[in-house]
């Protein structure tokens, strides 16, 4: 009898697995063929790179989480919770629904956040849905953006690159010139596109940028809150870096070395620039906001 009692404990440490993988595979049913189809598509543009990226990290998170899935099914939860999870996923799949026959993305994409969350208040209950919040939280950024914010945002944000940009240059004796988006720099003439307002930009670098936070766990608020913060404008100043080197290389170097292979690796930099702006700036503040010593507990 004695020798069956480990065998026996550790099936019953892995009987709440039983409960999720209906879910997993209820999971993978629905959005396996979301992925699929932004995989040959969306993901395959600049402006939505980052999604395998946001989608990688994600199962990442939860896998760190993963003893929220194995706890003991004593702690069952409560009416409420219960009662919030189903009203969560019923909406998020009638949100799934309704993207996937009309062909919405930011509904489908967007209704497996309701819908996991559901899932988690239905089976754990609260404490798990909070232990899981970042990752739940991170799946934002997969979705793609409205596209009244994308015109509302792009044409402003363009104006702006357009007149620093000409004035850095002019200021450093480059013969340029602009009317409106257009700038004229010597012989060639560039039309700062809408991919290069950064609107996407920010929106992938704010994605870092968080689980940059997240990762570190810094115990200054003020810390977090300033970086927080700084993450929209150091995304706006490396995008004007971007298009000021690229008309650096257009003036050089010519209009198809431009808008070539260097017009392309000016994107991935900008990404970099970005994130080294940011741990540059998290280095700083650490000489004004260090960190505290964590408790045994909070560690």
Same mark, same amino acid.
């Given at each position: 009898?004695n ?27 629905? %959005? ?15 402006? %939505?790179?980052? &999604?395998p990226i946001v ?10 989480? *993963?003893?929220? $899935?194995? *706890?003991d099914?004593? #702690?069952?939860?409560? *009416? ?33 956040i309701?819908?996991?969350? &559901? ?14 919040? $970042?990752?739940? $939280? ?16 792009? @044409?402003?944000?363009k ?5 620093? #940009?000409?004035q850095?240059? %002019?200021?450093? @004796?480059?013969?340029?010139? *602009?009317? &409106? ?38 115990t ?33 170097? @010519? ?6 292979f260097?017009?392309? $690796? ?5 990404f ?13 503040? @650490? ?13």
């Open positions: 009898m020798t069956l009692a480990p065998r026996t404990s550790a099936l019953d440490a892995l009987a709440p697995l039983n409960i999720w993988w209906p879910i997993v595979l209820g999971l993978l049913v629905l %959005y396996v063929p979301t992925y699929w189809m932004m995989a040959h598509g969306l993901w395959n543009s600049d402006d %939505y790179a980052h &999604g989608l990688v990290v994600t199962l990442y998170l939860i896998w760190q989480q *993963r003893a929220v $899935f194995l *706890r099914a004593g #702690a069952a939860p409560t *009416r409420g919770e219960t009662a919030a999870g189903w009203v969560l996923l019923v909406l998020g799949l009638l949100t799934y629904a309704v993207g996937r026959s009309q062909e919405v993305l930011l509904l489908e994409v967007g209704s497996q309701p819908v996991i969350l &559901g899932a988690l208040l239905i089976t754990l209950g609260l404490s798990a849905a909070r232990a899981l919040w $970042f990752a739940l $939280f991170f799946l934002l950024f997969m979705v793609p953006l409205p596209g009244f914010v994308v015109d509302t945002a792009t @044409g402003p944000l104006q702006h690159i357009s007149e620093i #940009a000409e850095v240059l %002019y200021a450093a @004796g480059y013969p340029i010139a *602009r009317s &409106g988006v257009t700038l004229t720099v010597g012989q060639y003439q560039l039309l700062v596109a809408d991919a290069c307002s950064g609107l996407h930009s920010m929106f992938s670098l704010s994605a870092m940028g968080l689980l940059y936070l997240y990762l570190m766990q810094r200054s608020v003020a810390r977090n809150l300033i970086i927080m913060a700084a993450i929209l404008p150091i995304a706006f100043a490396a995008n004007i870096v971007r298009v000021i080197v690229l008309i650096l290389v257009t003036y050089h170097m @010519g209009d198809e070395a431009g808008q070539g260097l017009h392309g $690796f000016a994107g991935i930099m900008l970099v620039i970005g994130l080294l702006f940011l741990f540059a700036l998290d280095g700083v503040l @650490g000489f004004f906001f260090p960190d505290r010593p964590r408790g045994r507990s909070q560690a």
